[in-house]
């Protein structure tokens, strides 16, 4: 099964705290995407419930907790949403619920690396592996994603240009194959093209786009993060450009 590793991105941590600054996240199945994003929830705070500690550490504890510790202490983040929650009657109260937790990043996010200057080098000497990456953006900003596409070349090459024009028929196979958290499904005549964004949590959610040109309009940025271009020399070895 699929695993990503994710690390730590808060403040420092002190002694009292009991959370590893590095976490691996499993796959369901097959096929699905990993949030760049992830938080570690810890706690969380309703009006009418007050303050209630996730931590394992903290169950039975007298005085002072350590997510309240915590809170003292600045290191948590605040997500607010409205849910309903099920009770002990069979019925749903509705609550305004605030989430306490801890940022963490996947291992291959780069969303922080900037926007390299360097092209990828069409030379009939030169090999490049570049990385492209496209952020997807739906509900309002709320939900995103991140898809990578490897560039490896030797000659011919290919341009950053070449890339984007297969876009489409990229995603369309990953949609076809069940890879990258896209899917299609067709049925009585009506297609559907599936894809997992994720909220800042990294909680996933499979939004349904009635056409490819609708999925493809999430595209609000494409950026070159990584070209190594290397001449290959008569003899064979190669050098950075």
């Not at 995407?33 to 969380?44: D, K, Y």
């Not at 009939?124 to 995103?144: F, H, P, Q, S, Y």
């Not at 297969?166 to 894809?195: T, V």
Request: with cysteine; charged share 30%.
């Amino acid at each position: 099964m699929e695993t990503k590793n994710y690390k730590y991105v808060g403040k420092p941590l002190p002694a009292y705290c009991p959370i590893k600054t590095e976490r691996t996240l499993e796959a369901a199945r097959d096929g699905v995407a990993f949030p760049h994003r992830w938080g570690l929830v810890v706690g969380e705070k309703t009006d009418k419930h007050g303050l209630a500690s996730y931590l394992i550490a903290d169950k039975d504890k007298t005085g002072k907790t350590i997510l309240e510790q915590m809170l003292e202490d600045d290191l948590l983040f605040e997500n607010k949403r409205n849910i309903l929650r099920e009770v002990s009657d069979g019925g749903y109260e509705e609550l305004r619920l605030t989430e306490y937790y801890l940022p963490f990043i996947s291992e291959d996010a780069t969303y922080q690396l900037p926007t390299v200057d360097e092209y990828i080098d069409c030379a009939v000497n030169v090999k490049t592996d570049a990385l492209i990456e496209i952020r997807m953006v739906a509900d309002d900003g709320d939900l995103e994603r991140y898809l990578h596409i490897p560039v490896k070349t030797s000659w011919p090459s290919v341009s950053f240009m070449d890339v984007l024009g297969d876009l489409e028929d990229d995603i369309r196979d990953m949609a076809k194959n069940g890879a990258n958290g896209f899917s299609y499904s067709r049925e009585n005549d009506y297609p559907a093209w599936n894809a997992a964004f994720f909220d800042k949590l990294g909680r996933g959610t499979e939004l349904e786009f009635e056409s490819l040109h609708e999925l493809l309009r999430t595209i609000v940025s494409i950026r070159l993060v990584k070209v190594d271009n290397r001449i290959v020399e008569k003899d064979g070895t190669e050098a950075h450009t």
